[in-house]
Structures are given as structure tokens and as C-alpha cells.
């Protein structure tokens, strides 16, 4: 489904992305693990537009992505959740996931604020809050929502993880498997190794701007040497 | 709110403000000097929600608004005296010109952030004025006299209606929710699929539009334009009005227009104290409400309605609490 080949960013004279290649195949949970500044985000913001790589491939679909500019990747069908979630803090709940459906030609969003009402009923009692005064949780819950109401073919998520409680993150990240489960394909950045490898499919790990390993989460996840870097025992 | 109670709302609003006019009509047209703060107090509700829609709505500061007022206020002048265009199409002529103007400098400065976008605007605004102060044509810096004396309340009065109405239709619609996005944060607004530089500049075009009919309605009523009347000081004083008002409020802007036009006349009997007790007053409010009269949230029927309740359970407000007879828009 998206299947990035060779990809090279460079952050003025830093050589952020050195040759990265990876792809995510539809109906799967990919990860990309990985320390800070590993080129996670990077990777992230390369798919939704926001660097120009210097050279290097990005295709979704069959579609060329480095000639879509950013506003219109939305709309091809990619979501992203934010790092920080990003959420809009003086727009209520409603307001916030009624934006999230800004680019559809459709209008009934009805049918999927039940959807997401359902899934995070949290947020249903919220609806008229603003989106500032909520928790962390329910923020990234929401930020969850807001990109879902796009109907997303591909759910990109950057550090789903990130300020929460462990209780949270256990929340948040069943919740990731269960939407994957109901046939969205989701590629999630995380450095929270653990987690990501316990519900995703595949894992690619980066280090300093290049791939080291890749495999099956599972295997990686027994895998020693991965246990000792990332996984802390 | 259901629809039909919505479509009831028109036509009630339409008499209110029909009875404020007449109201206003009479107990005010046997005294011109009224007369003119009413019209004052108009012309800058139009020039406040328009910069509104810029900073409050949109989340760009711009403090080039006079710039704008003064492109439209030439044009339509010019319009008018040496074309002899009729009053409202001259009018017209000097909204659209601004708003030309706006989108040749929005598109490459709506690319700047915060202090940037400001210095910018300021320097373009700065540019206007001096362009206006070389043309021979429209009297160069002794200002252009002349200018036919067709405005009057009921015109100023309808304008600066038809721009409240406009914008806060705007800012509820589809585009102006984009905009709010945009002013809340540009990364998710992008990552919604919001295209924020075309929302920018949709903001800056709409808002220069109104500012350019404000200048020509202005113009029209003194019967005079003066390169002075457009410096960087009546842009700050619209950037004032709105900050008094609250940032993202139009009822805001409106109150806050009518008060500081009122208030600066009111306090002439102070003489050469005037503009200390003028700042006073803005240090005052700025002090107790630092969010703004409205502090983003607008003035409503139901709001007004329910003030009785909302007295009962009345406290002593910390600093920037207390929001009476406004609710959540």
C-alpha cells in the first residue's frame, strides 16, 4: 500500500535520512522503533508532505506522493496523528472532530461521530468541551477521532504514546489494534518499543538515519539484541 | 437551534435593527456633531470586524489595516470626483481595489509569522501613505478636497450591518471554519487537509475588501481626504478595538468600536489630559479583562435572555472570570 524506496532527507548540511526503504502492506500494523532522533518523524513528515526529500520514492497506491502537495495527501486517503496530538484547543470536542472531515466531499458526518462516539465514548460526553481542558488521554483520543472521521486507507501515527500514563498507553494502543482489527492499515512511530512491537505486524528499526533490522514483531521482539537497545531487559 | 427558529431570528433582528436606526434617528439628528460620532462609530465597526476576521479569526497580525482604509478611500474619492461615479459603485470601486491590493500583498507575506507578518503590513500600510502623499493628482500631501458629501448614516449604518452580517457568516461557514483551524494550529490544520496559505490570504483579501469600504465611506462623509488620516496610528487604533473588544469575537469588535469611538469623544472636556485619561481607561480594562470584552465568545439572544439566571449565580469574578450574558459560541 505504501512503499517508500531510497528515501534521503537532509536537514540543511544533516543528513537526517540516510537511503531509507520500507513498505507497508495493506491490513497490517507497521512500526517504525527506534531512539530519539533515529529519524522516526522525519520519515513521518516525508510522507505527509511536509520535507521535500532530496532524492528517493514515496508511493501510495500506485500514486507518486512527492508530487501531492501536503493538503492534498489527506485527501488521497493518508491520516496522520500529530506528535504532541495537535489537537485544536479553543474548538470543542465536535468542532474538533467536524474538522477532522474537512476535506470530504460528503457532508453526513452523523453516522461516523457515532462511530467515534462509540469507540471513545469519553469524548461523547465531552462533545461540547473544549478541546484545551481535556487530559492527555482524551486528548489523544480525540487527536485518534479527529483522524479517523477522514475514513483513512492509511493511519499514520506519531509517538501515540507520548506524556501518557502506562495505564493509558496500554488504553490507547488496544485501541490502535482494534481499528487496525476493523481493516484500517496503520503505520505507527514510536519509541516505546515495547508496546509498538506487542500489537503491530512488521517492525522496521531505525537508528541515526538508517535501517538496522527489520522483521516480524514477534520475532524482534525476542530478538536479544533489540531486547537489550530498546526493550531494557 | 432548530431551523425554523433560526428563520424566525431574521426578521426579528431585521426590526430590532430597524428600530435602533430610527431610534437612533431621532434622538440624534438634530445635533450633526452626534450624528457624526454615530457615523464614526459605524465606519469603525466595519474596519474593526474586518481586521478581526485577520487577527482574531485567522490568527495573523496584521497592523496595516489603515493602509487598506486608504487604498479604497482614494480610490472611491477618485472615483467620485473625477469620474463622477455614481456614490455606491464608487464605493465599490475602492472595497475591490483594496481588496486587489490585499492579495498582491498577501500571497508573499502571509508566508510570515507573527512579528514578521506585523513589521510587514506596518511597512505596506507606510508605503500607501506614501505613494498617496506623491500623487499630485489627488492633492499630495495637502489632501483631496472636494469629495461629495453623499455619505450618512443610513448608509454607514447598512454597511457596517452588511459587514457584520458577511463575516460572521464567513467565519461559520465551511472556509471560515478553516480558518479557525488555521489560527488554532496551522501543523494540524495542514495535516487536516486544510490549505492554510489559501485561507490566509482569503482572510486577508476579505478583510482589506471591508477596510476599503470603510475608507470610501469615510472619505465621503468628511468630505475630505488627508494622507494623516491613514497612518500607522489608525491602524493601532483598530488593532486596539479589537483586543478591547476580545480577539475572535464579532459582538465584540462591534461593542468595542461603538465604546472606544463614543469614549474618545466623551472625554474631550479632559483637553491635553484627554489621551492620558483615554489610556486609562484601555489600562483598565486591559487590567480586568485581559481576554477582551467578549474574550472570543459572542453576544447572543440566549445569552442576553438568560442574564437573570446568570446573575443569581453571580460571583465576585477572579481576574478574567465572570462572562455575563455571553455564551459559548
Given at each position: 500500500m505504501l512503499e517508500v524506496k531510497d528515501l534521503n532527507v537532509f536537514y540543511g548540511g544533516i543528513h537526517a535520512l540516510k537511503g531509507i526503504t520500507f513498505s507497508v502492506r495493506e491490513g497490517q500494523v507497521v512500526t517504525l522503533i527506534g531512539a530519539n532522533g533515529a529519524g522516526k518523524s522525519t520519515t513521518l513528515r516525508a510522507i505527509s508532505g511536509l520535507v521535500k526529500p532530496r532524492s528517493g520514492e514515496i508511493t501510495f497506491m500506485g500514486q507518486?506522493?512527492?508530487?501531492?502537495p501536503a493538503h492534498k495527501i489527506v485527501s488521497l486517503g493518508v491520516s496522520h496523528v500529530p506528535e504532541g496530538r495537535r489537537?485544536?484547543?479553543?474548538?470543542?470536542v465536535l468542532e474538533n472532530l467536524e474538522m477532522g472531515a474537512y476535506t470530504r466531499k460528503d457532508k453526513n458526518l452523523d453516522e461516523d461521530l457515532k462511530r467515534v462516539f462509540k469507540r471513545f465514548p469519553r469524548l461523547e460526553e465531552r462533545r461540547r468541551q473544549v478541546g484545551g481542558t481535556l487530559s492527555g488521554g482524551e486528548q489523544q483520543m480525540l487527536a485518534i477521532g479527529r483522524a479517523l472521521m477522514l475514513k483513512p486507507k492509511l493511519l499514520v501515527m506519531d509517538e501515540p504514546s507520548m506524556g501518557l500514563a502506562p495505564l493509558l498507553v496500554r488504553e490507547i494502543f488496544s485501541i490502535i489494534k482494534e481499528i487496525n482489527e476493523q481493516g484500517t492499515t496503520i503505520l505507527l512511530v514510536e519509541q516505546n518499543a515495547h508496546m509498538a512491537l506487542s500489537i503491530a505486524d512488521y517492525a522496521y528499526v531505525l537508528e541515526t538515519g538508517r535501517i538496522v533490522t527489520e522483521g516480524p514483531a514477534e520475532e524482534l521482539a525476542k530478538s536479544e539484541s533489540i531486547r537489550k537497545a530498546y526493550l531494557g531487559h | 437551534m432548530t431551523r425554523t427558529k433560526s428563520l424566525l431570528k431574521v426578521p426579528v433582528v431585521m426590526v430590532a435593527l430597524a428600530l435602533l436606526y430610527l431610534g437612533l434617528i431621532a434622538g440624534f439628528s438634530h445635533n450633526p456633531y452626534y450624528m457624526q460620532i454615530l457615523n464614526m462609530a459605524a465606519i469603525n465597526t466595519i474596519m474593526a470586524v474586518s481586521l478581526n476576521l485577520i487577527n482574531g479569526f485567522t490568527g495573523q497580525f496584521s497592523i496595516g489595516h489603515a493602509g487598506f482604509m486608504g487604498v479604497g478611500a482614494y480610490v472611491a474619492a477618485v472615483c467620485s470626483v473625477f469620474y463622477k461615479i455614481p456614490y455606491l459603485v464608487a464605493l465599490l470601486c475602492g472595497a475591490l481595489a483594496a481588496a486587489v491590493v490585499g492579495l498582491v500583498v498577501g500571497i508573499p507575506t502571509l508566508r510570515l509569522k507573527g512579528d514578521y507578518l506585523a513589521i510587514a503590513t506596518l511597512g505596506f500600510a507606510e508605503i500607501i501613505r506614501v505613494i498617496i502623499v506623491n500623487i499630485q493628482k489627488v492633492g499630495g500631501p495637502r489632501g483631496f478636497l472636494g469629495i461629495p458629501p453623499y455619505t450618512n448614516l443610513l448608509w454607514t449604518y447598512l454597511f457596517a450591518v452588511g459587514t457584520v452580517v458577511v463575516i460572521s457568516n464567513f467565519v461559520n461557514s465551511s472556509p471560515g471554519r478553516a480558518c479557525l483551524a488555521v489560527r488554532e494550529d496551522e501543523v494540524a490544520a495542514e495535516s487536516m487537509g486544510v490549505n492554510a496559505t489559501k485561507y490566509k490570504v482569503i482572510a486577508f483579501v476579505m478583510g482589506a475588501f471591508f477596510a476599503g469600504l470603510g475608507g470610501g465611506l469615510l472619505v465621503h462623509l468628511l468630505s475630505i481626504a488627508h494622507p494623516t488620516m491613514f497612518t500607522f496610528l489608525k491602524s493601532v487604533d483598530f488593532l486596539i478595538m479589537i483586543v478591547v473588544g476580545g480577539q475572535g469575537s464579532i459582538t465584540g469588535s462591534v461593542t468595542a468600536a461603538s465604546f472606544i469611538t463614543v469614549i474618545s469623544e466623551a472625554l474631550r472636556k479632559f483637553e491635553v489630559w484627554r489621551m492620558l485619561a483615554y489610556s486609562l481607561v484601555l489600562i483598565m480594562i486591559m487590567l480586568t479583562r485581559p481576554q477582551g470584552l467578549l474574550g472570543g465568545k459572542e453576544l447572543t439572544w440566549e445569552g442576553i435572555v438568560n442574564v437573570p439566571g446568570r446573575l443569581r449565580r453571580f460571583r465576585l469574578p477572579k481576574v478574567g472570570g465572570g462572562r455575563v450574558g455571553t455564551t459559548g459560541h
Amino acid at each position: 500500500m505504501l512503499e517508500v524506496k531510497d528515501l534521503n532527507v537532509f536537514y540543511g548540511g544533516i543528513h537526517a535520512l540516510k537511503g531509507i526503504t520500507f513498505s507497508v502492506r495493506e491490513g497490517q500494523v507497521v512500526t517504525l522503533i527506534g531512539a530519539n532522533g533515529a529519524g522516526k518523524s522525519t520519515t513521518l513528515r516525508a510522507i505527509s508532505g511536509l520535507v521535500k526529500p532530496r532524492s528517493g520514492e514515496i508511493t501510495f497506491m500506485g500514486q507518486n506522493l512527492l508530487q501531492v502537495p501536503a493538503h492534498k495527501i489527506v485527501s488521497l486517503g493518508v491520516s496522520h496523528v500529530p506528535e504532541g496530538r495537535r489537537i485544536f484547543a479553543n474548538l470543542t470536542v465536535l468542532e474538533n472532530l467536524e474538522m477532522g472531515a474537512y476535506t470530504r466531499k460528503d457532508k453526513n458526518l452523523d453516522e461516523d461521530l457515532k462511530r467515534v462516539f462509540k469507540r471513545f465514548p469519553r469524548l461523547e460526553e465531552r462533545r461540547r468541551q473544549v478541546g484545551g481542558t481535556l487530559s492527555g488521554g482524551e486528548q489523544q483520543m480525540l487527536a485518534i477521532g479527529r483522524a479517523l472521521m477522514l475514513k483513512p486507507k492509511l493511519l499514520v501515527m506519531d509517538e501515540p504514546s507520548m506524556g501518557l500514563a502506562p495505564l493509558l498507553v496500554r488504553e490507547i494502543f488496544s485501541i490502535i489494534k482494534e481499528i487496525n482489527e476493523q481493516g484500517t492499515t496503520i503505520l505507527l512511530v514510536e519509541q516505546n518499543a515495547h508496546m509498538a512491537l506487542s500489537i503491530a505486524d512488521y517492525a522496521y528499526v531505525l537508528e541515526t538515519g538508517r535501517i538496522v533490522t527489520e522483521g516480524p514483531a514477534e520475532e524482534l521482539a525476542k530478538s536479544e539484541s533489540i531486547r537489550k537497545a530498546y526493550l531494557g531487559h | 437551534m432548530t431551523r425554523t427558529k433560526s428563520l424566525l431570528k431574521v426578521p426579528v433582528v431585521m426590526v430590532a435593527l430597524a428600530l435602533l436606526y430610527l431610534g437612533l434617528i431621532a434622538g440624534f439628528s438634530h445635533n450633526p456633531y452626534y450624528m457624526q460620532i454615530l457615523n464614526m462609530a459605524a465606519i469603525n465597526t466595519i474596519m474593526a470586524v474586518s481586521l478581526n476576521l485577520i487577527n482574531g479569526f485567522t490568527g495573523q497580525f496584521s497592523i496595516g489595516h489603515a493602509g487598506f482604509m486608504g487604498v479604497g478611500a482614494y480610490v472611491a474619492a477618485v472615483c467620485s470626483v473625477f469620474y463622477k461615479i455614481p456614490y455606491l459603485v464608487a464605493l465599490l470601486c475602492g472595497a475591490l481595489a483594496a481588496a486587489v491590493v490585499g492579495l498582491v500583498v498577501g500571497i508573499p507575506t502571509l508566508r510570515l509569522k507573527g512579528d514578521y507578518l506585523a513589521i510587514a503590513t506596518l511597512g505596506f500600510a507606510e508605503i500607501i501613505r506614501v505613494i498617496i502623499v506623491n500623487i499630485q493628482k489627488v492633492g499630495g500631501p495637502r489632501g483631496f478636497l472636494g469629495i461629495p458629501p453623499y455619505t450618512n448614516l443610513l448608509w454607514t449604518y447598512l454597511f457596517a450591518v452588511g459587514t457584520v452580517v458577511v463575516i460572521s457568516n464567513f467565519v461559520n461557514s465551511s472556509p471560515g471554519r478553516a480558518c479557525l483551524a488555521v489560527r488554532e494550529d496551522e501543523v494540524a490544520a495542514e495535516s487536516m487537509g486544510v490549505n492554510a496559505t489559501k485561507y490566509k490570504v482569503i482572510a486577508f483579501v476579505m478583510g482589506a475588501f471591508f477596510a476599503g469600504l470603510g475608507g470610501g465611506l469615510l472619505v465621503h462623509l468628511l468630505s475630505i481626504a488627508h494622507p494623516t488620516m491613514f497612518t500607522f496610528l489608525k491602524s493601532v487604533d483598530f488593532l486596539i478595538m479589537i483586543v478591547v473588544g476580545g480577539q475572535g469575537s464579532i459582538t465584540g469588535s462591534v461593542t468595542a468600536a461603538s465604546f472606544i469611538t463614543v469614549i474618545s469623544e466623551a472625554l474631550r472636556k479632559f483637553e491635553v489630559w484627554r489621551m492620558l485619561a483615554y489610556s486609562l481607561v484601555l489600562i483598565m480594562i486591559m487590567l480586568t479583562r485581559p481576554q477582551g470584552l467578549l474574550g472570543g465568545k459572542e453576544l447572543t439572544w440566549e445569552g442576553i435572555v438568560n442574564v437573570p439566571g446568570r446573575l443569581r449565580r453571580f460571583r465576585l469574578p477572579k481576574v478574567g472570570g465572570g462572562r455575563v450574558g455571553t455564551t459559548g459560541h
